[in-house]
């Protein structure tokens, strides 16, 4: 590889790697010879997902960890830089939608429980803000560094059903281009912070929306796929580039974007 794209030797921490997105991503850095500190609240998924690492040749750690639990992660944050010394790179992937969080097609919004908004709003916000927090200070303090956040379609424009989420999504794009600021204006141009705004990949999260049980797309699905240029979901894997680019030196003058990864849904009208 190019070294200019290269992150091998770095050392990474990588929020909600139990799941889908962060696993694939985390398999991409040990592949690419990055140190991976895998976080994830859930204790089975983050063994499988060291197990998995490691087999490959991976050097990767776990721990177990809540994004909304400044004090965990400043115990975790400890033990990487006791461990490996630095923290390089911060992969905020931790968050997502809940199921109680989608209004149903007939939903009123007014009728939504608070309690749910309040959920995905501060999983989504809170679980990119407080990591930033803490594993970002380790990146000040060296002055180099590289965040980056997840963002969404439904920053860009409204997507039906998904309001905490899409609220929360938005918030964390401006987050990305605050922080970016902050972190060149004080610490230097070492630390660079940028999002990654993935269209749409059928995962566990959204599958029920998007696919009938009998295999079909919903409609809601139609709608997404005549909004893409390409005309096509994403395969997850086809995120791990982007963000590689983001946190290598290619991307060194690179700070505040947020990248769409999304086939053209955010370039195309529909017309």
């Given at each position: 590889m190019n070294e200019?794209?290269?992150?091998?030797?770095?050392?990474?921490?990588?929020?909600?790697?139990?799941?889908?997105l962060g696993g694939s991503i985390a398999k991409s850095f040990v592949k690419a010879g990055v140190k991976v500190a895998a976080l994830d609240i859930r204790q089975e998924p983050l063994d499988a997902r060291i197990k998995e690492l490691t087999a490959e040749g991976g050097e990767a750690i776990g721990f177990i960890g809540n994004v909304l639990d400044v004090e965990s992660l400043k115990k975790v944050a400890a033990q990487?830089?006791?461990?490996?010394?630095?923290?390089?790179?911060?992969?905020?992937?931790?968050?997502?939608?809940?199921?109680?969080?989608t209004l149903a097609p007939d939903a009123d919004?007014?009728?939504?429980?608070?309690?749910?908004?309040?959920?995905?709003?501060?999983?989504n916000l809170n679980g990119t803000v407080y990591p930033s927090m803490v594993f970002g200070k380790v990146m000040a303090q060296q002055r180099s560094g590289s965040i980056v956040n997840v963002s969404s379609m439904a920053a860009y424009s409204a997507l039906?059903?998904?309001?905490?989420?899409?609220?929360?999504?938005?918030?964390?794009s401006n987050f990305t281009q605050w922080l970016a600021s902050e972190m060149a204006l004080k610490y230097g141009e070492?630390?660079?912070?940028?999002?990654i705004a993935p269209g749409f990949f059928i995962g566990d999260q959204n599958r029920a929306v998007l696919i009938n049980p009998d295999g079909s797309l919903t409609e809601r699905s139609r709608k997404v796929l005549?909004?893409?240029?390409?005309?096509?979901f994403g395969d997850i894997t086809e995120l791990n580039g982007a963000v590689q680019?983001?946190?290598?030196?290619?991307?060194?003058?690179?700070?505040?974007?947020?990248?769409?990864?999304?086939?053209?849904f955010s370039a195309f009208s529909g017309v």
């Amino acid at each position: 590889m190019n070294e200019q794209f290269s992150i091998a030797g770095k050392v990474a921490v990588i929020t909600g790697a139990g799941g889908v997105l962060g696993g694939s991503i985390a398999k991409s850095f040990v592949k690419a010879g990055v140190k991976v500190a895998a976080l994830d609240i859930r204790q089975e998924p983050l063994d499988a997902r060291i197990k998995e690492l490691t087999a490959e040749g991976g050097e990767a750690i776990g721990f177990i960890g809540n994004v909304l639990d400044v004090e965990s992660l400043k115990k975790v944050a400890a033990q990487i830089v006791e461990k490996w010394g630095r923290i390089d790179i911060l992969l905020n992937i931790a968050g997502g939608n809940t199921p109680g969080g989608t209004l149903a097609p007939d939903a009123d919004f007014f009728d939504m429980p608070v309690a749910e908004w309040e959920k995905v709003t501060s999983l989504n916000l809170n679980g990119t803000v407080y990591p930033s927090m803490v594993f970002g200070k380790v990146m000040a303090q060296q002055r180099s560094g590289s965040i980056v956040n997840v963002s969404s379609m439904a920053a860009y424009s409204a997507l039906t059903r998904v309001p905490g989420y899409s609220a929360a999504k938005t918030a964390v794009s401006n987050f990305t281009q605050w922080l970016a600021s902050e972190m060149a204006l004080k610490y230097g141009e070492g630390v660079r912070v940028n999002a990654i705004a993935p269209g749409f990949f059928i995962g566990d999260q959204n599958r029920a929306v998007l696919i009938n049980p009998d295999g079909s797309l919903t409609e809601r699905s139609r709608k997404v796929l005549a909004k893409t240029p390409m005309k096509r979901f994403g395969d997850i894997t086809e995120l791990n580039g982007a963000v590689q680019f983001l946190c290598s030196p290619a991307a060194g003058f690179i700070t505040g974007v947020v990248l769409p990864v999304d086939g053209g849904f955010s370039a195309f009208s529909g017309v």
